[in-house]
């Protein structure tokens, strides 16, 4: 079992950062891939970033660029820096978890489905 808490969600106008977090508890961290995704009213799941236990990164093309996912092994916690924000990049932003080798799966791989553990989300308003 691993537990998550997303923060640092909030209202932010165009062209802002925020820094989101999440803290996860239960498997070891450093035995576990982690990821981003978000999701608009109306619209599906999209998988935004992820970090595996390796520290290879991947990021969705809506993202790249702009946004920057890592993480402290020491704090069990998982980041998302969000540069350069756009009124389209409203959502609520949940982070995932992953014990299993995401490497292991075929491409794509930020598919909501190829994780099973999930935060309760922290929702993101950006303003024009």
């Known amino acids: 079992q691993v537990q998550l808490v997303e923060s640092g969600g909030g209202s932010v106008q165009a062209g802002g950062s925020l820094r989101l977090s999440c803290a996860a508890s239960?498997?070891?961290?450093?035995?576990?891939?982690m990821g981003w995704f978000r999701q608009a009213p109306g619209k599906e799941r999209e998988g935004l970033a992820a970090?595996?236990?390796?520290?290879?990164?991947t990021y969705a093309d809506s993202v790249k660029g702009r946004f920057t996912i890592s993480q402290d092994n020491a704090k069990n916690t998982l980041y998302l820096q969000m540069n350069s924000l756009k009124p389209e990049d409203t959502a609520m932003y949940y982070c995932?978890?992953?014990?299993?080798?995401?490497?292991?799966?075929?491409?794509?791989?930020?598919?909501?489905?190829?994780?099973?553990?999930w935060g309760q989300g922290t929702q993101v308003t950006v303003s024009s």
């Open positions: 970090i595996d236990r390796d520290r290879t990164v």
């Open positions: 239960g498997n070891p961290y450093s035995r576990t891939d």
């Open positions: 995932a978890a992953r014990p299993g080798r995401l490497s292991a799966i075929p491409p794509p791989r930020l598919r909501p489905n190829n994780f099973p553990y």
